[in-house]
């Protein structure tokens, strides 16, 4: 996780207070790159076998994570995911340049020595049904993460391409022709992540000609969501910022094709509440040329698998998160999950730590079962 963690202990970091925090992060990585093997570095001692099953829908960070943590304590685990390997959107998202296959493969391959079982090229409620998964198993654990890109919704939209789409595409798949003006809409780390690949493949395809990447995005500088680290490295390399300012329509040529983004000038972002709200000056617009388009607004979760009347029991928070207690189960009955569809901060650190307490919920759950 050193070449992904988003630093957040460094902030508190004790040492912090008498100059810079230690680089727990680099120290973290230095520290995963200089094994080759995990099992000569780390005891991995699997406990007494306790006869349960346990199905995690999900081979992210936080499947990956619970799973290990399960096998650890002598449980049978079976991971199911859609995807032809382990990773989830960290195999999809994160380019090669910060996060290489080789480094998920060694993951889950240190995993799956424990005895877990992985289930790859598997869509649960097309392949494999969630009601049998809860008849088969003793508990489910839910970590699916936000596997859907949002769109806009603006006018001629559906000339945009997805994020998510744009980086499984470069990443797993045969790769992208690019254009050699490029916009991308968002300003968190995924649309970083996109105008950064983006920029080398122009760089690939069109070596010498002249090419721009630029992006837009609700948020002004003191509230863009992306990590500091993320947008000046997008910077030093060359991608162009304007920040508070929002699409307001795809602006097509006579023929169909995309010429460039309509955009208003953003008054605000939020309403007094907090709540996600946005304001505009409509007196002020303007063109921003391009002629290829992605969207990188955010994601959302895909729930479809779960039958209609099961996801009527499954409570919500008033974020739209999955509402679990303590122990990580959710409102259904032997039900757990955990990661970005459940914590608000959706960084694989995060659910990280998430699956590992769920980890010993589930464990204090089916140990009272025995």
Not at 49 to 72: E, H, N, W
Request: proline share 4%; aromatic share 8%; charged share 30%.
């Amino acid at each position: 996780c050193g070449r992904i963690c988003t630093r957040h202990c460094e902030k508190v970091c004790s040492v912090g207070i008498r100059g810079e925090s230690l680089a727990i992060r680099w120290l973290k990585r230095f520290a995963a790159d200089s094994v080759r093997d995990y099992k000569e570095a780390v005891e991995q001692n699997v406990s007494k076998p306790t006869g349960k099953r346990v199905a995690i829908i999900g081979a992210g960070p936080s499947g990956l994570s619970l799973a290990y943590f399960l096998r650890l304590r002598g449980h049978d685990i079976t991971v199911f995911d859609a995807l032809p390997a382990g990773g989830g959107t960290m195999l999809i998202g994160p380019p090669l340049y910060r996060l290489p296959r080789e480094a998920i493969e060694r993951d889950v391959n240190n995993i799956a020595s424990l005895g877990v079982e992985f289930m790859f090229n598997t869509k649960v409620g097309k392949d494999v049904m969630f009601k049998d998964l809860l008849d088969k198993y003793d508990a489910v654990f839910i970590g699916i993460g936000t596997s859907k890109s949002r769109s806009t919704g603006i006018k001629n939209a559906d000339k945009c391409i997805l994020a998510l789409d744009f980086l499984r595409e470069n990443k797993i798949g045969k790769g992208t022709k690019i254009s050699k003006q490029v916009i991308v809409i968002g300003g968190g780390n995924v649309a970083m992540d996109v105008a950064r690949v983006a920029l080398r493949l122009q760089n690939m395809q069109y070596p010498n000609e002249e090419t721009a990447i630029k992006t837009v995005s609700l948020e002004d500088w003191d509230i863009m969501p992306a990590s500091e680290d993320e947008i000046q490295e997008a910077k030093e390399e060359g991608v162009q910022f304007n920040p508070a300012w929002g699409p307001e329509e795809v602006v097509l040529d006579d023929e169909g094709n995309i010429k460039g983004l309509s955009c208003k000038k953003v008054k605000s972002v939020f309403d007094e509440n907090g709540r996600f709200a946005p304001t505009f000056y409509e007196d002020q617009k303007m063109l921003i040329e391009g002629d290829m388009i992605i969207e990188a607004i955010g994601q959302a979760p895909d729930f479809s698998f779960i039958p209609e009347e099961l996801f009527k029991e499954l409570k919500f928070t008033s974020r739209r998160k999955v509402d679990v207690d303590e122990n990580g189960m959710t409102s259904i009955p032997k039900v757990f999950a955990g990661g970005d569809i459940v914590n608000t901060n959706l960084d694989a650190i995060t659910a990280i730590a998430d699956a590992k307490r769920a980890a010993q919920g589930i464990d204090n759950f089916l140990r009272k079962e025995v």
